[in-house]
């Protein structure tokens, strides 16, 4: 979803400590996105789904089952159901960004057609369903089915706030809820469900995914102006060429004096971009403060998770996914 | 799918006949297609759904289903669930006849992007997948899921088997099945399971939604090279031109001379066409009767279709479901 993913030490704890169960997502991942009658589909998946990924999400899941004490075999598939979810998406997006290319955008890495992605796409989204179909738990279906409607609502409602200025920050929580944390969400919350946890801790986890997810999205919005090209592996500056409305921008339009508002309009709404307009946009972004206050609500949302995570049992799971948001802010820190 | 719905009058009294269902259906259809934040959403599915479909696969539905004496709400939901799936297929081969265009395919008659088209049509899908969550059903969930990957799959095999003269009948039923006949034996089938009908009557509207979508897209397909631009409402020769494997293509390629083999591979797989290639091809056809097997094929599966509903209670709707299966092939008996 256009998250660059390089949380790493708690991350990496979490993947030894469910590493069996790990093991066990990867190897139903295989099985699943293999296909008798149309092996194009294993050649495009593959590359995605066996190349590089952190594998945060399923890890989301398979850590709120296994704190929580679950022993069956389910939280193995909703963690596989969530990550072809996500692997869906990303061959979605691919669509999207090359559709995008039209408009200046720096040449997309794809080695598929359009029809390719979109097709494949919707084979694991529906493989994603038979997986979570298995467990046999209507609320688990329920969960997935409502963050599924709000992931391309979200998508959908991008696409018209792009490039409008009037997009607030209210509009700008609803599509990062959209495109990153309602499958965060989703994926810590079915993983206390399956376990049989109580509501509270069910709630807990979902508010837990909630503001991890709305973290992560912030801190990747931020680093597009502050990270460099080697720790963010795109170039900087890309946000404003493709003129997304990210949360700084739009702090800094708010405070916009007339002649700051007009050098928005020209380059967002209208894109008429120049040499120097980045620097520009930084130097505006700074006079009022906007990356810092960006940085501050990454901050609160990182400590909202930690929060939230109160109602769960006290254990090393618990404190990995702790650990996990302060990780994820730490790179703005 | 590709299919053009000429079907008519056992169509029109399977309408009259569910007309109250069929309104609800419609209310619900126009309620979920809302979106509160994206109003693109609307915009994008209105177009779809309102304007001139027959409503073949919800009535499909709503048809097994009372016609076993249903009386909850749910083949509602998923009359409305399997007209989201329709849509959102379609919404996706926009995309895939987009991409098509760029090999010579006459311009498709596209109002929206590539983009909304695949994000509104993952809106459909995540809509229809709560639709039928609401059920509570999960054997009804379960066939939706396999029919979603059927089709997915037989849209990406397609793409593999285009093109490709080594595409024989069985692939061929293959690609057919995931096309149409898979929602067309789904819609049918979870009328009766949500029905709670026995086993073999539930076998029995797999049966006949599997063999009349088979029907529907030999004919449309013998259409594409018998019919008349008016009757058929898109030019005749499209698949021709646009070299797909059908199935009097396959019959013709199957019995080809070598001179003809190399007609076939210029036109067909390497898509090197001049004038009066089609009327080549036509006469190669019917040089093998390939047009007159095909038929047969296709009145066969409407007989296969009529036959299956043997075991069904010998109703009203039973009788127009017979009908209708006379009447998708009586465009070529």
Chains 1, 2 share one sequence.
């Not at 997935?144 to 391309?152: K, P």
């Amino acid at each position: 979803m256009g998250v660059s993913e390089t949380v790493a030490k708690p991350l990496d704890r979490l993947a030894a400590t469910l590493g069996d169960d790990m093991a066990a997502v990867n190897t139903l991942i295989r099985d699943r996105m293999a296909s008798r009658h149309a092996p194009r589909i294993p050649e495009v998946t593959a590359h995605l789904v066996e190349a590089g990924g952190k594998r945060l999400r399923p890890l989301l899941t398979l850590a709120a089952a296994r704190m929580l004490g679950y022993e069956g075999p389910y939280h193995v598939h909703l963690a596989a159901t969530v990550e072809f979810i996500h692997t869906a998406t990303l061959l979605h997006d691919d669509v999207v960004d090359e559709s995008s290319q039209r408009r200046g955008r720096p040449t997309a890495n794809l080695l598929w057609d359009n029809k390719s992605s979109v097709l494949v796409g919707d084979y694991l989204f529906s493989r994603s369903f038979q997986l979570m179909v298995e467990t046999g738990n209507l609320r688990v279906l329920d969960i997935l089915a409502n963050a599924s409607a709000t992931i391309s609502e979200g998508e959908v409602l991008q696409l018209t706030a792009a490039q409008d200025l009037a997009t607030d920050e209210a509009i700008y929580l609803q599509v990062v809820r959209g495109k990153t944390a309602a499958l965060f969400s989703a994926a810590t919350e079915v993983g206390g469900v399956i376990a049989g946890a109580p509501e509270a801790q069910v709630k807990a986890l979902y508010a837990y995914g909630d503001a991890l997810g709305i973290a992560f999205q912030i801190v990747d919005d931020l680093l597009d102006y502050t990270g460099t090209a080697e720790t963010i592996g795109k170039n900087v500056g890309d946000d404003f060429r493709e003129r997304k409305l990210t949360l700084p921008v739009i702090k800094a339009v708010a405070k916009a004096s007339a002649e700051e508002r007009a050098f928005w309009v020209r380059t967002i709404e209208k894109g008429d971009q120049q040499d120097g307009d980045l620097a520009q946009a930084m130097a505006i972004m700074n006079r009022h403060a906007a990356l810092e206050a960006a940085r501050a609500d990454a901050l609160d949302w990182a400590a909202k998770a930690r929060d939230a995570l109160a109602p769960l049992p006290d254990n090393a799971l618990r404190g990995m996914l702790s650990d996990l948001a302060g990780f994820v802010v730490a790179r703005v820190a």
